[in-house]
């Protein structure tokens, strides 16, 4: 279903020379560095990869990147993204948005494109603080924890963003380190080649607001599930997912003096929502019949 890669893009500069206005030593700069090598060694063609996001500090990725993109509402990137994807299902789809607008207005959202599984990748900027409204607790900050811009520990228990998307059915998860910029590409390539839906939580420092989970804080924690030769995600049949999917899942409850990064569960069994689509639409995959047919519609020329 993903169309082939060309060298198109080869040499190309994704990103483009507009000013980032992120504090300094945020987790963002980190996760667009990633975003442009992974394209750049993919030698993507620029015309064929969509930046999306919804409302944060991470909305403005798009703004910065020498593709086309949109800033959408908060909590909308996915539906954005999917209709991009559905309207022309050859085309790359990147999601960009924090936990407070993926995980909390946009939850229902997130977890309805884990059964949908159209096929857009999504990056989910995790430092536990809504930051652009000046550090209110997001959904990922756990209970009673006090960072700097709370006047008391937070009350509410946080969502673990990674047995979330496993149990909404997502066929590609992944957790990754901000600072861990190689391997954050590599994960977004294995993403952009994977044919359903995927999901790589960022984890990253808002020095701004969050003074628990700092840098050094998560310097000290993250290992690399990759270190460990027998940790094999991948599932390429029915047969291996019952016992991948437990250990993935398990693995995603470990949090505190060790976090795991890397790809928690691969499932390459599961047919893409286009395909499905395909089966009951005729045509639909003869790009661009969708467009063909609303131009050949009355009030529309
Ligand atoms: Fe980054 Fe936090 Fe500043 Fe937002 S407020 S740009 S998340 S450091």
Redesign the pocket.
Known sequence: MQKSVSDKGSGYNFRNNITI???P????FGIVSAVTQALSAMKMDPQDVVAVSGI???GKTPHYLNIAGTHTLHGRAIPYAVGVKLANPNLNVLVMG?DGDLLSIGAGHFVGEGRRNSGVKVLL?N?S?Y??TK?QAAPTLPLGEKVKSLPRPNILGKINPITLAMASGYSFVARAFSSEIKQLSELIQRAIKHEGSAVIEVL???????DVNTLDWYRQRVYKLEDDKSWDPVVNSKEEDEAKFDRGYRKSLEWGDHIPIGIFYENNTIPSYTKRLAGVIPDYLKYPPALQDVSDRDGYT
Not at 25 to 28: I, P, Q, T
Not at 204 to 210: F, G, I, M, V
Request: glycine residues 24%; aromatic residues 12%; negative net charge.
């Open positions: 206005d992120w504090c030593g945020c987790g963002d944060g500090c991470s924090g900027y430092n603080v930051g652009l550090g990253q420092p808002c020095p701004t607001y969050n």
